[in-house]
């Protein structure tokens, strides 16, 4: 049977006597169970600007996060940082983003140019920025490129952290503008308007930032605000990414309400979290096969060597089929909507239902989103033989107990 052809027919994990609710919450807990033992936050207590924010054992002294470093609060600069990064966390490497960004970082404030103190000394003295991103750029190659090479089956020479409108940036003055200039200069334009109101501020970003109802509003807030909105330099997920740090890694967040808490925001969408899904079964459990080829979710034969493609960001705003606002599931999410959101809306969409399925448990939604990456990067290889015997989720994964064609016939 030829790949276009092939009906997907799920395994008795997902042929109920409990309720497909319960099924879904049961892989959901497992993996933030994971990702609660396997944290993925950049590592802050390493950068040098941050020397003084956290203890010898790398915490984070809360104790200490209104106290003010030159003009602007621990948790100000810390957010500006976490900001940036959010932006530049788009790429295809995660850990070479991360280690190239905190080695840009280290090396500017060495040379005293605080560009999170002062955003624009980062173009003022822009010459030696650029130096530092095109020699840090070959260093963290160096590091990286053999091995990301041959866990994603492609050449060495495509790697690249910087990155923009998805695609390595050949050009390094037009990353450095887009990726990392308008980021920088948010704040900046912040403390600026403050100023022509003749106020002033020791956390323009954070106030500005939770200002909105919700971390969810906030985070679309970051991309589409007309004055403050980051626009193409940031996506969806990215701007979801930051919500998580923000409110779930380093519990920044000073707002003490369900719609600044840990189920407050939407599950950042990247194609990890759309393998994971797609090979567990969790996806095909809430809308049909067809309904994602309808979607352009699954587009036929249009992976590498012939295999289907997952298009994950083409799942943002998809309806589940098979949940209605009716079902407990529906009644539940809606209600989750209200009270985490912030919202009141009662079209269901895929990407959010994880929200509704969490809370109430243990676990937040950056519990989930740190399970995910850790067993998208470390076992659940964009490959058609990743290493799905160590896999701690495999019990629970249809792809790797009763249907490997989710595993070997599909790409993200």
Not at 66 to 78: F, M, P, V
Not at 232 to 260: P, Q
Request: proline share 3%.
């Amino acid at each position: 049977m030829n790949r276009n052809m092939r009906q997907i027919f799920l395994p008795e994990f997902f042929d109920m006597n409990t309720t497909n609710e319960q099924k879904l919450t049961e892989l959901l807990l497992e993996i933030a169970k994971i990702g609660k033992k396997h944290s993925n936050s950049p590592p802050l207590h390493k950068l040098f600007p941050f020397r003084h924010y956290f203890d010898k054992n790398g915490v984070l002294l809360r104790d200490k996060l209104s106290e003010n470093d030159g003009l602007w609060t621990h948790r100000a600069i810390l957010t500006r940082f976490l900001f940036l990064q959010s932006v530049l966390d788009q790429g295809t490497h995660i850990e070479g983003v991360r280690h190239f960004l905190a080695e840009v970082t280290n090396s500017l404030y060495e040379k005293e140019i605080r560009f999170l103190h002062k955003p624009v000394d980062f173009f003022r003295e822009v010459g030696i920025s650029v130096d530092e991103l095109l020699q840090k750029h070959e260093s963290v190659k160096k590091i990286y490129a053999a091995n990301w090479a041959k866990e994603n089956q492609t050449k060495e020479s495509r790697y690249s952290v910087m990155t923009f409108d998805g695609k390595a940036s050949k050009q390094v003055l037009n990353y450095a503008v887009h990726r990392w200039g308008v980021p920088l200069f948010v704040p900046y334009l912040l403390e600026k308007d403050l100023q022509k109101c003749n106020k002033i501020s020791g956390e323009p970003l954070v106030e500005y930032l939770e200002g909105f109802a919700s971390s969810e509003i906030m985070s679309q807030e970051m991309k589409d605000n007309e004055r403050y909105g980051l626009g193409k330099a940031i996506g969806d997920k990215a701007a979801h990414l930051f919500a998580k740090w923000y409110v779930h890694s380093f519990e920044l967040v000073k707002r003490n309400a369900c719609t600044w808490g840990k189920y407050s925001y939407e599950l950042p969408l990247d194609s990890n979290v759309g393998r994971v899904f797609w090979r567990t079964g969790f996806l095909l459990k809430l809308a049909t096969m067809q309904d994602y080829v309808d979607a352009d979710i699954v587009q036929l034969e249009g992976g590498k060597k012939g295999t289907h493609y997952l298009r994950v960001t083409n799942m943002r705003g998809k309806k589940p089929t098979l949940i209605t606002s009716g079902d407990a599931l529906g009644i539940r999410y809606i209600d989750h909507m209200k009270t985490h959101f912030g919202q009141r809306k009662r079209i269901i969409e895929i990407q959010r239902l994880p929200n509704a399925l969490l809370v109430g448990t243990d676990y937040a939604i950056g519990d989930l989103d740190d399970g995910i990456i850790h067993i998208g990067t470390t076992y659940c290889h964009n490959t058609e033989s990743p290493k799905c015997a160590k896999c701690p989720i495999k019990k629970l994964c249809v792809g790797f107990q009763k249907q490997p064609d989710l595993i070997t016939d599909y790409r993200t």
